[in-house]
């Protein structure tokens, strides 16, 4: 027993030791740099939709299988009687499919196993060849980054089931000389990082086919144009890249829509939507006379908030999330801790309540 004991500690305690392990050398590493805001999933396709649903129904009734088979005599038959309805006999009947034992006329197996197999069995066979079939019935009618061949534009790269829209993305990107900040080992378009948030392409059917560029950060995104010419897509996201003004963006690519864009920046989105949700916010109920008391200040007012570790964090940009930030925590009422993020001081500093707001628009507007 003693034995058994310290072979399940070693089983469970091994690996969760070398995950904590794992974790702190990774945040030791990483130091104060905290990883970019993860962009959008893509969403997953219906044949994706359809594989998992067979997977699952694969699994569970396997599940079910084997549970029947826990019936069924082994090695000593008369037992298989024995347990099931305390009869010592041999049993009259059983089989693996359908799963059954008779003992003295009476069906052991439970009622429900075999219908269960035989519906789990319908569910992914049927599952199964939709995942097969989805993608090739669709391509008539939708464009899919990695589901169907299809020609773009006259003189644009293919955008095919082997290379996918990010590949074709890339060489024509390649092709007219753009860096759109796409990498090599990326298989969706999105994410691509620049200083006016993140971009991401995906495609879309609206009468034509077209390739729908959006600008986003966590929580907030816009669709900023829709084209069917890839050349012009990469041309337009490297412009993006480089800072161009956006006034020179329109000129410069007819299919961009940026009206919206423009005035949810000039009416101070994303930033007041951000302060009313955590103003708002019952998880963060213990830190709202913080965050009131940085709302009230004019000059913090304009910075993006959010939360990291109960402490508030305040960018000065809120597309760019490695624009000038930093934390401020509220250990307790009326102590404030304040840290500059990738600054010249990482430590924890304690500020007095009197000096915080100076110290706090000094870090992040004042140059060091």
Known sequence: MA???????LAIGLPAWAGITYVGLVRARRGDELPPPRPPRPRRSP?????????????VGGAVHVYGLSYLPFLFPDDACWF????KAYPDSSSALPVSLVCHGIEVV????????????????????????????????GIGPRNERREVHEGSPAVTASDGLAAALRQAAEQRGCDIGLPPWATEATG???????????????GRRLFRLRVHIPDFGWTIGSTDDLGTLVEAIAAWREGVPLDELKARFDFL??????RALEAGEPTAAQWAALLSSEYYRGQRSLLRRLHADDVLRSTFPTMTHRA????????YWMSRQVLVHEPEEGRYEVRR?????????????????????AALYDDH
């Open 192 to 206: 691509i990082e620049t200083r006016r948030g993140y971009l991401s392409v995906d495609a879309v059917t609206e």
């Open 341 to 361: 993020v990738r600054g010249p001081a990482p430590d924890w500093a304690e500020v007095s309540g009197d000096d915080l707001i100076a110290v706090l628009r």
């Open 84 to 87: 099931g309805v305390g009869i």
């Open 3 to 9: 034995t058994l004991i310290g072979t399940m500690i």
């Open 257 to 262: 829509e940026l009206d919206g864009f423009r």
């Open 47 to 59: 044949a994706r939709k359809a594989a998992w649903v067979a997977g699952l129904a694969y699994l």
């Open 110 to 141: 439970p009622w429900w196993v075999n219908p269960g197999l035989l519906a789990f069995a319908l569910i992914a066979v049927a599952a199964t060849v939709t995942s097969v079939v989805l993608p090739c019935g669709i391509a008539p009618t």
């Open 312 to 319: 508030v964090r305040l960018r000065v940009d809120p597309m």
